[in-house]
């Protein structure tokens, strides 16, 4: 287990909802809060200790430009790391993704088996907060199947790796995640080998630089907006013509600037699905890269 200490920060919504948090969310993971759990009427958000700045977060919240809900000041207090597994615990359900997917952690007994199940284990609680992206992430595997199998699949941002060892479940040649945190890159292989597909996966820490290091056939990038908006351009110059490209972890309202820069970046739209304002979609590459 990591033995770092993390903060505990409490944020108060007005008024609180699942949507008002989830929007804060997505906020915050750029300071980078690593977790997040919601206890009615706050927002509880963690992060190493090293890594905390009170003054750049009141700044954050200052600056937010809501209209839906409200922050009021917020309190925060040093928790000690040996309390992480338990939090962790106590905060993921499993999740099963269309009847044939099901992600638990080890600790889950007696569930039905579905076509192909997963167990997580993470040091952190990496991958467990955006139930909805990453329900949609994994079923817009399931649903193209027939282009994962035998192929080479990238998981950009891949945290826990549920993506990526779904796809090697699925059957693909080889599978690579890239977390720009090595916790999440060490737990991400750690989980890996505890679903015996160690041999077809490989993880590394970093970021979009690293896709530079070959081609792929499909990618996957649940992560944010800004980093997306980026990044897609790169995604698409390391996918083989025709490869696909899944991305989550923004909302629907933002889909017309996702398609915009997958567009100009070769990539050919195939579609989206959506979750309580979360978005997925999917792209095809057609052209050459244009930016």
Request: aromatic letters at 10%; hydrophobic letters at 40%; one cysteine or more.
């Amino acid at each position: 287990m990591n033995s770092q200490e993390y903060i505990e920060v409490s944020i108060r919504i007005t008024p609180f909802t699942d949507e008002n948090a989830e929007i804060l969310m997505a906020e915050l993971e750029e300071l980078p809060f690593e977790s997040f759990t919601s206890e009615d009427p706050f927002l509880k958000c963690y992060i190493p200790k090293d890594g905390y700045n009170a003054q750049r977060l009141r700044l954050m919240l200052s600056g937010l430009e809501e209209d839906s809900f409200s922050v009021e000041d917020f309190s925060a207090r040093l928790i000690p790391a040996t309390n992480w597994n338990a939090l962790w615990e106590s905060n993921f359900s499993p999740i099963v993704v269309d009847g044939r997917c099901t992600i638990k952690a080890s600790f889950h007994k007696g569930l039905k088996k579905t076509r192909f199940n997963i167990t997580i284990d993470p040091k952190m609680a990496f991958g467990t907060g955006h139930h909805q992206t990453t329900y949609m992430m994994c079923k817009a595997l399931l649903d193209n199947e027939a282009s994962v199998k035998g192929k080479v699949v990238m998981d950009m941002g891949c945290g826990t790796a549920i993506l990526a060892i779904l796809a090697a479940k699925m059957g693909a040649a080889h599978v690579y995640g890239i977390d720009i945190d090595a916790v999440a890159a060490v737990s991400a292989f750690d989980n890996a080998r505890l679903n015996r597909v160690s041999r077809h996966v490989e993880t590394y820490c970093g970021d979009a630089s690293l896709l530079q290091m070959g081609k792929y056939d499909v990618l996957l990038a649940n992560i944010n907006r800004n980093i997306l908006l980026q990044d897609i351009p790169t995604y698409s110059r390391s996918l083989r013509k025709d490869g696909l490209l899944f991305v989550s972890g923004f909302y629907t309202e933002d889909l017309p600037m996702i398609q915009g820069v997958a567009n100009a970046a070769g990539l050919e739209f195939m579609g989206a699905d959506s979750m309580d304002n979360w978005c997925c979609a999917g792209f095809k590459k057609i052209l050459p890269t244009r930016i």
